[in-house]
């Protein structure tokens, strides 16, 4: 069975300009999660989709991130324009359902900000 | 809301010796309990889950916990550690119910496994 899978790996961007990073699920997964990871902490929700629709965005920075699910499989998470504070890891996520308690997770995009 | 603390965030520790690796949350409902391992430029893996049931939870390559109720604590173990062990790992919880349910993970502590 294929994981998640996540592009690109690594990105390097100057602040102000847009990043997209691209996810694709583990096939079958209704519940597809956003994460950030800054160094030296854990991961932190960005966004949570049930298949097409948002279940919880409440911490995703709405001025400058965007997500969208639009056919209920992949999923891009924008950032326009990008902040020295967004250099960190984003990581994808997917699991069966919502209620299902494991998550699988992608290998992530390392973005760094200069 | 619920928080996970991690109270170490590095663990050296020499090959073939034990290792505790100690995990303490805080929550206002029940939750369900979780170790991952993050090994360097990978993604998030799942060691081992707490639901119910038996308090000592059994997982991947060796490693258990146990869930604390009194304490709010799931610390993990491993009776001897490879080198291979050395990596991140992270506690997390998630409310047993609710509409919106979230992982909340810990900082992390990084064991790294000397020769």
């Known amino acids: 069975e294929a994981g998640v899978a996540q592009s690109p790996r690594y990105k390097i961007i100057e602040k102000r300009q847009s990043v997209a990073f691209w996810c694709n699920p583990i096939?079958?997964?209704?519940?597809l999660y956003w994460y950030q990871q800054i160094l030296g902490q854990g991961p932190k929700l960005l966004i949570q989709?049930?298949?097409?629709?948002?279940?919880?965005d409440s911490q995703l920075p709405k001025d400058r991130f965007s997500a969208e699910r639009l056919k209920g499989v992949d999923s891009t998470l924008k950032i326009q324009p990008a902040k020295l504070e967004d250099s960190a890891v984003y990581l994808c996520?997917?699991?069966?359902?919502?209620?299902?308690?494991?998550?699988?997770f992608g290998p992530g995009t390392r973005l760094t900000v200069l | 809301a619920q928080s996970v603390t991690q109270l170490d965030s590095q663990v050296p520790v020499f090959e073939e010796a034990p290792v505790e690796l100690r995990c303490n949350y805080s929550?206002?409902?029940?939750?369900?309990l979780f170790w991952y391992v993050q090994y360097p430029n990978q993604g998030l893996q799942l060691l081992l889950k707490?639901?119910?049931?038996?308090?000592l939870v059994k997982g991947i390559n060796g490693f258990e916990a146990e869930f604390n109720k009194s304490q709010t604590s799931f610390h993990l173990r491993k009776p001897s550690v490879h080198i291979s062990d050395t990596a991140e790992y992270f506690c997390?919880?998630?409310?047993?119910?609710?509409?919106?349910?979230?992982?909340?993970f810990g900082s992390g502590t990084q064991l790294t496994v000397l020769p």
């Open positions: 989709f049930q298949n097409n629709g948002v279940v919880d």
């Open positions: 929550s206002s409902v029940s939750v369900y």
């Open positions: 096939s079958g997964h209704a519940t």
């Open positions: 707490y639901l119910s049931g038996s308090t």
């Open positions: 997390a919880v998630i409310p047993r119910s609710g509409s919106a349910r979230q992982l909340t």
């Open positions: 996520a997917s699991s069966v359902g919502q209620t299902n308690n494991e998550q699988f």
